[in-house]
């Protein structure tokens, strides 16, 4: 806990010095601008939070080539989530790479966690796949990673209204109550 809140600490005072140095933080502190701000962080940085959890959870879960691999479906269900909350369509080119990541994750998912050459870990592999806290990694790192697309989403809409960086140090100060 004490990692993610100086994490969450040293985000904001980069984004508390530059928009200092570029003359924003007066109007961030504005009570009207604070209210509006605060309130578009707010489902983002929740979601945030429990996408952390999650990947937690899976990484303690998983192998690593296992949970890197289906961490990757991120980028997925960020496409999915800005098409759906905000019609913005991908290329074909686009959706081809998107497949492809998907049908990697769902091979990698049905050869369960990753092998080597020796039979007592291959045993140990085919073990590990069958526990139910393996399957818990499974539906944890998706999860996380469809959070985290719907997250990015959100952001992005809030994005049309504010400054990164006034969404940034939003967020940091939602997550910071939050933990």
């Known amino acids: ?17 530059v928009m200092s140095s570029q003359g ?3 109007a961030f502190l504005q009570p009207s601008r604070l209210t509006l701000i605060l309130y578009a962080a707010a489902l983002p940085a929740g979601i945030y939070c429990v996408q952390n959890w999650s990947t937690q959870v899976a990484y303690q879960a998983l192998d690593s080539v296992t949970f890197n691999c289906l961490n990757q479906t991120k980028l997925v269900s960020t496409a999915l989530c800005v ?22 994750a769902l091979l990698l998912q049905a050869d ?14 085919q073990t590990a796949a069958a526990s139910p806290a393996y399957h818990q ?10 959070l985290s697309g719907l997250a990015s989403a959100v952001s992005q809409q809030s994005l ?4 990164g960086f006034e969404l940034t140090l939003g967020m940091c100060i939602v997550s910071t109550v939050l933990l």
């Open 160 to 163: 049309q209204r504010m400054s």
């Open 137 to 146: 990694g499974i539906v944890a790192i998706l999860g996380a990673s469809m």
């Open 1 to 17: 806990l004490m990692v993610v809140l100086l994490q969450e600490a040293a985000k904001a005072a980069c984004a508390v010095t």
């Open 83 to 104: 098409y759906l909350l905000s019609g913005k369509k991908q290329s074909r080119m686009q959706m081809l790479a998107l497949l492809m990541l998907v049908v990697s």
């Open 24 to 26: 924003h933080l007066r």
């Open 112 to 125: 369960g966690p990753s092998s080597s050459s020796s039979t007592a870990a291959t045993t140990a592999s």
